[in-house]
């Protein structure tokens, strides 16, 4: 009996473990039936999804494209959709040539996503970046019934088993596809038998796939903050005032401050600036590249627009289109020469310049606005980041906010060192290619005409000449024309009457004698024709003017642009458009005299002086030795504005007490009248010169 008590536990502990080995195997044939089905999963998923996009691509956008519906943006649709159908037709063969792999098929699904993970997150984030961008424009597709019309008739046509009702239904499944590949994963490592190497390289996969997603979504992020500050807003003076608060203004106060804090004048001696702790020589040495190619794409720009102008002033002159009544020769031969290289040669050179060189310089031009907005940006951003850093030193904490504002500079800062890069790399390549096109362009130009002169040459009677016989016949011919050019000057100047002076009207000649008693007559020029300024400080004169000559060139140092005084206003005028004007017997000071005869007649000056003016008035024997050589009087009548001012009458005498006013300046003169003294136009008086009687001395 004993012996049968003892058995009945052994029987017991057997079936129990029988138990628990059975359930083993239960859940480990389960697990792996839920593996395989995740693994199958997977991999009919990858290729439903692979489908869908060639669809999409060679589907529905090839559709549209024939359409060629204005407004509709295919490519801020679709985006990079093309490089992601790539990526994922060859990632899906390499899924699929797992499932002859057997019990190494999981190992090597885990290698394959860390294979891919860089492609993946490389063309993912572009695309999850502009998804936004995208679904704005289907939102705005919606509200145009007639390009909603046209998509919709699309998707009928090219994907009726979808029952899509609009575009957004396949934009979707990139950035629905990304975020389903950790969970794929997590499914198969669920069900994966924990301590092994299969399981090892699943949670690899997983965690890879997961920082896929979490670089993506940062990326994301930053594009969205270089999204709001790249715009180059175009703002009124109004605006930006509207726009200055007590916070605007601290704020920019303390940025002020900060960035003096980077001049090294500033920097303490016992220590050194913050700007110092914050210094990142890797964006300093992207950005100096920046700001270099910048620089040499608006260098270039400058020089093909100079190039483009000096082009099109050298196809405006048409001198074959004139009839000179020429014989049949050589220089009929030129003028069909000139003729075929004006409509013909010139015109397809301009026009092939400017589409292969002008208008993509001028594009990439203006991608280089956004990525300047933000380097100016960044520079902000890291001046509130330097002070909100050095206050979080002192408290220990910094506000919401702050530290929002902190992350704001951190996001700038990884985008333009992530893609600063790239877009130098891009910007030198264009700039090269330009380059390459416009040196291209030359070389054709110039083989053109090359050929077409070569074509005429061989036409005319010295085409086969040898070269040393050429050159003396050029000499000849040369000589000869010198010859009779010199005879044709000589003759035409002996018949060719002098030049005669611009009449002038009373104002100008008014205005001929206050420039006259200010800069002197040499200084004096006329405008041959009518100028109109285009610039800052241009003047705008007419043909005939007087003006004085004040400077011989401008503030940039260019002898094209005088600076003159045109009797009031002041500015520059081309130097071309001036000739020196001579003063006529009747335009020297003495014009004045019939004035002061009439003042004298008035009672206005005694006789004395007027002899002392005009030597040709009768003279009196009894003047004194300190009669002055000179005589000042008022060239035009005056009348006083005000208690400082003094009223003059034309040919009225003065003493001049101080040639200038209080402040110094010399538009104004103090003088004295009849024992009253004010101020009066300096440009009023005139310094008449006294001679000597003729005929007898002063007495010793």
Not at 378 to 386: A, F, P, Q, T
Not at 609 to 631: A, F, G, M, Y
């Amino acid at each position: 009996m004993a012996s049968t008590h003892a058995e009945e536990p052994l029987a017991e502990d057997t079936a129990d473990h029988d138990a628990h080995i059975y359930e083993e195997v239960m859940l480990s044939e389960r697990m792996e039936h839920s593996q395989r089905l995740a693994v199958e999963e997977l991999i009919t998923t990858e290729a439903s999804y692979v489908h869908n996009l060639q669809l999409c691509l060679s589907d529905i956008r090839a559709h549209l494209q024939k359409k060629q519906l204005p407004g509709l943006d295919l490519e801020g649709l679709f985006s990079n959709i093309d490089d992601i159908l790539h990526v994922s037709r060859r990632f899906l063969r390499g899924l699929q040539d797992t499932a002859t792999q057997e019990h190494e098929q999981l190992l090597s699904i885990s290698t394959l996503f860390q294979e891919f993970k860089e492609e993946m997150e490389m063309v993912y984030k572009i695309y999850c970046a502009s998804y936004e961008h995208a679904l704005l424009l289907v939102e705005s597709y919606r509200k145009d019934p007639r390009l909603q019309e046209e998509i919709m008739d699309t998707l009928t046509a090219t994907v009726p088993h979808t029952s899509a009702s609009d575009l957004s239904f396949f934009l979707v499944m990139p950035v629905q596809r990304v975020t389903k590949y950790p969970l794929l994963l997590g499914k198969i490592l669920e069900n994966t038998p924990a301590n092994t190497s299969t399981h090892e390289a699943l949670a690899a996969a997983v965690r890879a796939m997961t920082q896929v997603n979490a670089n993506i979504n940062e990326y994301k992020r930053r594009r969205e903050v270089a999204t709001k500050y790249n715009k180059a807003e175009q703002l009124t003076l109004r605006d930006r005032f509207a726009r200055l608060n007590t916070h605007s203004i601290a704020k920019k106060t303390t940025r002020l401050s900060r960035l003096l804090m980077h001049e090294p004048a500033s920097w303490p001696r016992h220590k050194p600036p913050l700007a110092l702790q914050t210094e990142d020589k890797e964006y300093d040495e992207l950005e100096e590249k920046f700001q270099s190619v910048a620089s040499s794409v608006t260098a270039l720009k400058e020089n093909v627009a100079s190039y483009l102008q000096h082009l099109e002033a050298f196809l405006l002159p048409t001198p074959h289109r004139c009839e000179l009544q020429m014989e049949e020769g050589p220089a009929q031969q030129y003028r069909r020469f000139a003729e075929h290289l004006h409509r013909a040669v010139f015109p397809e050179f301009r026009r092939r310049l400017d589409r292969l060189v002008w208008k993509p310089l001028c594009r990439l031009a203006e991608m280089l606005v956004g990525p300047q907005q933000l380097v100016k940006k960044r520079l902000d951003k890291l001046l509130d980041y330097e002070e909100i850093q050095e206050r979080k030193s002192e408290t220990g904490s910094v506000t919401y906010d702050e530290e929002a504002a902190m992350n704001t500079y951190l996001a700038i800062n990884a985008l333009l060192v992530a893609e600063l890069p790239r877009f130098n790399q891009v910007a030198m390549q264009l700039l090269g290619q330009l380059l390459g096109s416009f040196s291209v362009l030359q070389q054709d130009l110039a083989t053109e005409v090359l050929h077409e002169a070569k074509k005429e040459v061989e036409q005319m009677p010295h085409g086969h000449m040898l070269l040393p016989a050429f050159w003396r016949m050029v000499e000849d011919t040369l000589q000869q024309s010198g010859v009779q050019l010199r005879t044709f000057i000589q003759a035409f100047e002996t018949v060719t009457p002098s030049p005669l002076l611009q009449p002038l009207n009373p104002a100008e000649e008014r205005k001929v004698l206050s420039l006259v008693s200010k800069h002197g007559p040499d200084k004096l020029y006329q405008v041959t024709s009518n100028v109109s300024g285009s610039k800052d400080m241009d003047l705008t004169l007419q043909r005939g003017q007087i003006v004085a000559l004040l400077q011989s060139v401008d503030t940039k140092g260019n002898t094209g642009r005088w600076l003159v005084d045109a009797g009031g206003p002041r500015g520059f005028v081309p130097a071309a458009k001036l000739q020196p004007y001579s003063l006529g017997p009747s335009q020297q000071p003495k014009m004045q005299m019939p004035a002061l005869e009439v003042a004298q007649r008035e009672g206005d000056i005694p006789m004395c002086h007027l002899k002392l003016l005009n030597p040709r008035w009768p003279h009196s024997p009894q003047l004194s030795r300190s009669v002055s050589d000179t005589w000042v009087v008022a060239g035009f009548s005056f009348t006083a504005r005000s208690p400082q001012e003094l009223s003059l009458q034309a040919g009225q005498p003065v003493v001049v007490l101080e040639p200038h006013d209080k402040k110094g300046s010399t538009e104004w003169s103090l003088v004295e009248v009849n024992g009253q003294r004010g101020y009066v136009p300096s440009s009023y008086l005139l310094t008449v010169p006294v001679q000597e009687p003729v005929g007898w001395s002063l007495p010793v």
